[in-house]
């Protein structure tokens, strides 16, 4: 009787409850909070695997990183390519959304074609991308066509990031265009007809219909492509190694030349720490401003 009346039915859905969410919880255990923990624990010392030592260090690494002019420099890289790649990417998702949306022949097409170097492999696309861009690849050999002498895309001070946000742009707008496109068939058809009967002009019936409507798909798309921004490498490792000098190393890259290609591994994890602070920094604050540009939030 004791041991029947122990096990209510509502125990019963508790352990159901934590038996479902075990799997999860210990998945996030060890590949995330472990992996955390272990990279706060590594930046306080010094590893050089080469010489077989691991030295504490305290606030070493810390004070390095706030004296390093490295660090600078591949957050300026850092930051041009995420505002250049949220701008480009968020602005032509949007558009190609609002075009698609329209409900023309042909546009299952596009939207397939839009969506289709989503699924391709990213580094087959940069490798694509990369032979396009040389002073001699293809798209050089196009403007050559029409009397225009290309640059060499990705050795030019002024060229090389652009092409790699480009590059970016492309493999991943379709993402962004099918959660646009998703949000703009969810609006409800009769708002426009209203706004149209009483004069009001396309644009205005974007601004004032449309975007704040589809306002909580611009936060999701926003935090998304933020966070990817920061986390960008295979473009940078295949298409410019950094360069030229280091106007294309943003903070990931610099991450990994300090810990895999100079061995300084403690360095590394500090600027593993850096990196995840800025990421966890960038979307508390756009989550908290939710509640001023999302339609939908009291």
Known sequence: MGHAAFWTVRRRDNLVGYLLVAPQLL???????????????YSLHEWNVLAGTFEFTGGDNYAKLLADPGVREALAATGLFSLGLVVLNLGLALLLAVLLNQRLRGTTFFRTLFFSPVVVSLVAWTIVWQFLLQADGGLNGLLEVAGVTGPNWLRGEGTAMLSVIIVQVLKNVGLNMVLFLAALQGVPAQLYEAAQLDGAGAWRRFARITLPLISPTVLLTSIITVVGSLQVFAQIAVLTQGGPGTSTTVLVYYLYQQAFQFHHFGYGATLSVLLFAIVAVLTIVQWRMRRRWVFHEA
């Open 27 to 41: 998945g996030s255990a060890l590949f995330v909070l472990l992996p955390l923990a272990l990279v706060g624990w």
